[in-house]
């Protein structure tokens, strides 16, 4: 049973930062590339960031350049999604996807 669940989201403040957790079961994790996504209240789900299978390759979406770092440790068979410098702008579900599966996703909201 392929499984990916994401964790970490949360309530921040602007500026802050958190870490998503993305771990995946039920698949060969290392040899998939992962990407993230989010999705805001009333917008479309929005490409985030994405890595290659073994890291070599990342790109990154211009809204979250900079302030987002996508990282993955194939023997944890997790992804990760550090977020700095955190905006409002930012609130959304993120989703993590990794051979064509998605997982369940996770609430990031920015506020003070």
């Known amino acids: 049973q392929v499984q990916l669940v994401e964790s970490g989201g949360g309530l921040v403040q602007p500026g802050g930062s958190l870490r998503l957790s993305c771990v995946a079961s039920g698949f060969t994790f290392r040899n998939s590339g992962m990407s993230w996504y989010r999705q805001a209240p009333g917008k479309e789900r929005e490409w985030v960031a994405t890595i290659s299978f073994a890291g070599g390759t990342i790109s990154y979406a211009d809204s979250v350049k900079d302030r987002f770092i996508i990282s993955r440790d194939n023997g944890k068979n997790t992804g990760y999604l550090q977020m700095m410098s955190l905006k409002p702008e930012d609130t959304a579900v993120y989703y993590c996807?990794?051979?064509?599966?998605w997982g369940q996703g996770t609430q990031v909201t920015v506020s003070s």
């Open positions: 996807r990794a051979a064509g599966y």
